[in-house]
Antibody
Framework: EVQLLESGGDLVQPGGSLRLSCAASGFTFSSYTLNWVRQAPGKGLEWVSSISGNGGSAYYADSVKGRFTISRDNSKNTLFLQMNSLRAEDTALYYC????????????WGQGTLVTVSS | QSALTQPPSASGSPGQSVTISCTGTSSDVGGYNYVSWYQQHPGKAPKLMIYEVSKRPSGVPDRFSGSKSGNTASLTVSGLQAEDEADYYCSSSAGSNNLVFGTGTKVTVL
């Protein structure tokens, strides 16, 4: 059974940093692109970032480019999102999702971890 | 990249059909056959219901169907059931390793 479990969400001040993690199981981790998608409270879904199976290619939404860094540790089946220079508008539930960015079909999702940016 | 446009709400009685539209541009919906649809119940993670415009993942009832014409994609739920009441989001490839989601539609089963 595929499982994705996010962690690391917290309350952080504007300008601060946070690192999210997503522990995966139930599939061959290194074979799949992984993604971060966020949802602000009461709002819709927004694609944030994706990383290829071997970690060699990473992609970002314009809204986070230059501030967020996606990475993965294939030896530990874990996905990361390093978030710097956080803004109030980054407040959201952050989901980890398995699937192909080029097709946009994310077939498995975690339950999300909440990031709140506020002073 | 702007979000794809969906109607805020749609509704139907049990057993009826409801169709949700998802309008983009030639740079996303109209340019690629990579439209997906997600169902999200309150407090839950999204669930993939349709991918590549009209394909259903294993386990998704055939009451759910997708189509596309030009810059607009559509999701139809036939034979509405109480458990279909949820938010629905479309997504589309927008080229250059970019993905855009729709604004979301709340489906109510009357």
């Amino acid at each position: 059974e595929v499982q994705l479990l996010e962690s690391g969400g917290d309350l952080v001040q504007p300008g601060g940093s946070l690192r999210l993690s997503c522990a995966a199981s139930g599939f061959t981790f290194s074979s799949y692109t992984l993604n971060w998608v966020r949802q602000a409270p009461g709002k819709g879904l927004e694609w944030v970032s994706s990383i290829s199976g071997n970690g060699g290619s990473a992609y970002y939404a314009d809204s986070v480019k230059g501030r967020f860094t996606i990475s993965r540790d294939n030896s530990k089946n874990t996905l990361f999102l390093q978030m710097n220079s956080l803004r109030a508008e980054d407040t959201a539930l952050y989901y980890c999702a398995k699937g192909w960015l080029s097709r946009g079909d994310f077939d498995y999702w975690g339950q999300g971890t909440l990031v709140t940016v506020s002073s | 990249q702007s979000a794809l446009t969906q109607p805020p709400s749609a509704s139907g009685s049990p057993g009826q059909s409801v169709t949700i539209s998802c309008t983009g541009t030639s740079s996303d919906v109209g340019g690629y056959n990579y439209v997906s649809w997600y169902q999200q119940h309150p407090g839950k993670a999204p669930k993939l219901m349709i991918y590549e415009v009209s394909k259903r993942p294993s386990g998704v009832p055939d009451r759910f169907s997708g189509s596309k014409s030009g810059n607009t994609a559509s999701l139809t739920v036939s034979g509405l059931q109480a458990e279909d009441e949820a938010d629905y989001y479309c997504s589309s490839s927008a080229g250059s390793n970019n993905l855009v989601f729709g604004t979301g539609t709340k489906v109510t089963v009357l």
